[in-house]
């Protein structure tokens, strides 16, 4: 993996409210309880950290004082970082480094001293030898791990005037995200299963929990976004669906700019952490 760019600057931005709506408040305030027995600074590694969204979210649900490490495989997306509003539970700032870093080559000791790891919308993007070794590396540092916003695979729109089409174009995207991409096999939908067996046969402790985007009038932008996407991924893996597909696409533009889509994406967090 030459790069671990999560996306563009801007299409961050536009996702980070429904992110920050969808992660899971109850995975991170036990992620809380963890650290509060780690030595002070608490120090994070967040993966594919892109403009520090995690971060900005995460840090305050969490002990302080706190120093995070954003890694990531794209120099461009962390020249956007903005971590101005980024503070403790106390309200103290936090202090950051950034590192460049290919993921493919992520070493064992990479997160040595490392009180916890965190990543977002990142697992399902990794092949199957980039997840063993993110594990490894959490493993060898003993540092819990929240992993943030993996998709899943199911969708729903509403309203859905041709299920068999959306099913269809549903298949196809999966398929899409599981697809060779250049000789990496990515994960998928399939991830957070993975990942939280090779903590599982670890020995370390898994909880995960529902987070999935819910997508409405407000979000009109995101979804307009999100659908094209959709849509030209799942072409892209069969296109003998391109007529139908287009259709599809059509109608739902219309009823989105008619005020009247509504989207559900689903997504997991998991949190693991040793026994």
């Not at 027995?37 to 967040?46: L, Q």
């Not at 969708?155 to 041709?162: A, E, G, H, K, N």
């Not at 993975?194 to 009109?220: E, I, K, M, Y």
């Not at 094209?228 to 059509?250: K, N, T």
């Amino acid at each position: 993996m030459s790069s671990i760019s999560t996306a563009t600057a801007g299409w961050l931005a536009l996702r980070a409210p429904a992110d920050d709506a969808a992660r899971s408040a109850e995975l991170a305030q036990r992620l809380g309880r963890i650290l509060r027995r780690s030595p002070a600074p608490i120090v994070m590694h967040d993966l594919g950290a892109g403009t520090g969204s995690m971060t900005r979210w995460l840090a305050p649900r969490l002990p302080g004082p706190q120093r995070w490490v954003l890694r990531d495989g794209d120099a461009g997306i962390l020249q956007h970082v903005d971590l101005a509003p980024a503070v403790d539970a106390t309200g103290a700032p936090i202090l950051s480094e950034v590192v460049v870093e290919d993921l493919a080559e992520l070493p064992a000791d990479a997160f040595h001293g490392a009180s916890a790891v965190t990543a977002s919308a990142l697992l399902d993007v990794v092949t199957g030898e980039e997840a063993e070794r993110i594990v490894r590396a959490c493993l060898s540092a003993g540092a819990p791990a929240l992993f943030s916003l993996s998709v899943t695979g199911e969708v729903r729109l509403r309203p859905s005037d041709d299920e068999v089409v959306e099913s269809a174009i549903a298949r196809a995207f999966n398929d899409h995200q599981r697809r060779d991409a250049d000789g990496r096999r990515m994960l998928g939908p399939d991830a957070v299963g993975v990942v939280a067996d090779l903590f599982r046969d670890a020995g370390w402790n898994v909880r995960t929990a529902a987070t999935p985007w819910r997508l409405g009038r407000q979000h009109s932008a995101l979804v307009g976004e999100w659908l094209d996407g959709w849509v030209d991924a799942a072409v892209e893996q069969r296109p003998e669906l391109a007529p139908a597909a287009e259709d599809f696409r059509r109608r739902g533009r219309s009823q989105l700019t008619a005020g009247r889509l509504r989207v559900d994406v689903a997504h997991q967090d998991l949190l693991t952490w040793p026994r």
